[in-house]
């Protein structure tokens, strides 16, 4: 494995990302003024020339609209749509009781429930055939609880791989494992959970390069969906998962996939970054075949992130480490 570039010292009490980039303009002579440390608000100076950073991939590159496009995912899904990108089927609700009124409709699909506009995989849910109207309806409310329009949609089945698309190149993909443990036989799920979170990668609120796996209702009820529980003592090589979806901040693994991804999914996230109009963006794309050529069959776009963190590509649970950092101070026009 590559050696990581270390991060530099008094800016440990923000976010990753930031720090990422703090250190790349560092090494290039280029002044951090800091506007506003608790959002993660630097300006850059080199000479005459300054920009504004926030949480390391906000910038001028991309406009207001175009972040708005990529915060709401019905048009997100639209502008993917309009440009023939394959994305998961489904409907758009902006209230509980015409969600539910399409209760039978899904009820013998797996779907996933989510909100319009959140990231960092807050509110979603996924719902397997057969489900009760009663589990439908909570992951519905939850939905809606933090949204005004939630989107219920086909689940596309695979592992989930992230894209983080800079300029009109894909820079890095990871695949994004849920939450795990592995048995040893003899651990519980609970201490299994203990023992990973010793990994002193693994921190809270996006300051290190990886989340402590939580032990909450959410990962209980992941974990009694599969008949157990945290007391439970999973044999010697089995997978156990605490998450549905796989989103880092929630305990989950980033895997680097940069070399082993085929061309052709890089060109299609390529592709939706130009149809949301975005420079700096991550595209999740979920896949059977990662490695073979694209097949509608076997793909979809899931969504378009406008706030993509760089610290999953450049500290990855697994494989070479991606310095990206660069790239986005290449993209400012910084010498």
Do not use: W
């Not at 980033?254 to 082993?260: A, G, M």
Request: hydrophobic share 40%; with cysteine; charged share 25%.
């Amino acid at each position: 494995m590559t050696d990581t570039k270390p991060l530099p010292s008094g800016f440990e009490d923000l976010e990753i990302s930031t720090q990422i980039i703090i250190r790349d303009a560092l090494t290039r002579g280029i002044k951090i003024e800091m506007v506003d440390r608790k959002e993660n608000f630097l300006r850059l100076v080199q000479g005459s020339h300054s920009e504004f950073v926030k949480e390391a991939s906000k910038t001028r590159l991309d406009s207001l609209m175009t972040y708005l496009v990529m915060e709401n995912k019905i048009a997100s899904k639209l502008v993917l749509e309009e440009n023939g990108i394959r994305v998961p089927v489904g409907r758009n609700y902006s209230n509980l009781e015409t969600a539910l009124s399409d209760y039978t409709f899904f009820l013998d699909k797996k779907k996933v429930i989510k909100p319009v506009t959140t990231n960092f995989g807050l509110g979603i849910g996924i719902s397997d055939p057969g489900d009760r109207l009663d589990k439908f309806t909570s992951f519905v409310k939850i939905a809606l609880g933090l949204s005004n329009s939630i989107i219920i949609e086909e689940f596309i089945e695979g592992p989930e791989y992230r894209f983080l698309v800079l300029g009109e190149e894909v820079i890095a993909v990871c695949n994004r494992v849920p939450a795990n443990v592995l048995g040893d036989g003899k651990s519980s799920i609970r201490d299994l959970i203990l023992k990973k979170n010793e990994d002193p990668r693994r921190g809270e609120g996006h300051k290190t390069a990886l989340e402590k796996i939580q032990m909450s209702e959410v990962e209980l009820q992941i974990l009694k969906d599969q008949g157990l529980n945290f007391e439970s003592v999973p044999e010697i090589g089995k997978q156990v998962f605490l998450r549905k979806n796989s989103n880092i901040s929630t305990g989950g693994d980033s895997l680097d996939v940069t070399d082993n991804v085929h061309p052709d999914f890089k060109s299609i996230a390529v592709s939706a970054a130009k149809a949301a109009g975005a420079v700096i963006c991550g595209i999740d794309i979920i896949s059977s075949q990662i490695e073979s050529k694209p097949d509608t069959k076997t793909y979809a776009i899931l969504e378009i992130n406008f706030n993509p963190v760089l610290y999953i590509h450049e500290f990855p649970y697994s494989g070479k480490p991606r310095f990206v950092g660069d790239k986005i101070l290449d993209l400012l026009g910084f010498d």
